[in-house]
């Protein structure tokens, strides 16, 4: 699919039979990398086939940089009364949200300087968890090797468990775990096992980890978020850019790439295309093993010694 011609500043685009306008296609969206609109788009074109299926059936939260992203930037969660047609919504709580399922809807969103996408565990058919994410957030890009520890640390644990798990770059200074699930727990039970979890890690290993809220407690340790995984919270959706001056995506991973050499800012716009172009894709088989989690045996053992 091509995005119509470099120059114009104004071109339409027909995507699976629906005409997407195209708009300002030479601004600026990142000045240090010099990334234009246009660039954002072909990128989107790129990852649209394995970011869409994390963005299918979920309440869409972006952050938009209408102004690039050095400027004013805000979040949205309401549907705008001026997308066009194709632009499925559903409304929750009031909120007219936008599910983006598919290209067209995803270009529509991109063209409106959608930068940032995120998600809720859940679909818009249930009320429960399609997905435990474990949040591994270090105190700033420079003690990124904290996040890796973590992650090496809780893919043992994860292992001795038989539980399938998945990683990722959050695009910004940390690392998300992933453990799909069937969607037949309850947030009430996947919080039994990701306290469980988090205890484990600050019990084990108090100088390096805590489950401290107050950042001005937590002493340049890592924070494990555990209460970011429920019901209305949202995270950044695998193959996302992030709204940082480098362009970042939230980068699927293969488990053998994370050790102490891998670095926050390895992951550009750019490197993300060459990935997908060589068929690096840690995430491909995530959807197959929600069928094959042994999420319920992990659940008796924990529940059962509590």
């Known amino acids: 699919m091509h995005v119509?011609?470099?120059t114009k500043t104004r071109s339409e685009l027909s995507i699976d039979g629906v005409q997407v306008a195209l708009t300002n296609l030479e601004k600026v969206l990142w000045p240090k990398t010099s990334i234009k609109k246009y660039d954002f788009l072909k990128f989107l074109t790129v990852v649209a086939p394995h970011m869409l299926p994390f963005l299918r059936?979920?309440?869409?939260?972006?952050?938009?940089?209408?102004?690039?992203?050095?400027?004013e930037s805000f979040y949205q969660k309401n549907c705008p009364d001026y997308a066009p047609e194709f632009v499925k919504t559903v409304q929750r709580e009031g909120i007219d949200y936008i599910v983006c399922s598919n290209l067209p809807a995803l270009f529509w969103l991109g063209n409106q300087a959608a930068i940032e996408y995120h998600i809720p565990f859940q679909t818009i058919k249930s009320n429960d968890p399609s997905e435990i994410v474990l949040d591994l957030d270090p105190p700033s890009q420079n003690e990124f090797s904290l996040a890796v520890e973590a992650a090496l640390i809780l893919k043992e644990v994860f292992d001795s468990l038989k539980l399938l798990s998945f990683i990722k770059t959050s695009g910004n200074k940390g690392l998300q775990i992933y453990l799909p699930l069937d969607g037949s727990f309850s947030y009430a039970q996947t919080r039994v096992f990701t306290s469980f979890i988090a205890t484990f890690l600050e019990t084990k290993y108090p100088k390096s980890f805590t489950t401290e809220r107050l950042k001005k407690n937590r002493n340049n340790r890592l924070y494990i978020d555990f209460l970011q995984h429920g019901e209305g919270k949202t995270i950044i959706a695998p193959y996302s850019l992030r709204g940082n001056e480098n362009a970042l995506m939230a980068t699927p991973l293969h488990w053998s790439e994370v050790n102490e050499s891998l670095r926050p800012t390895d992951f550009p716009m750019e490197e993300g295309i060459r990935r997908i172009s060589n068929g690096i894709l840690p995430f491909e088989n995530f959807f197959e093993a929600k069928q094959k989690q042994p999420f319920d045996m992990v659940l008796k053992k924990l529940t059962s010694s509590e």
Do not use: C
């Open 4 to 6: 119509g011609s470099h």
């Open 57 to 71: 059936d979920r309440l869409l939260t972006v952050i938009r940089f209408p102004n690039g992203v050095l400027h």
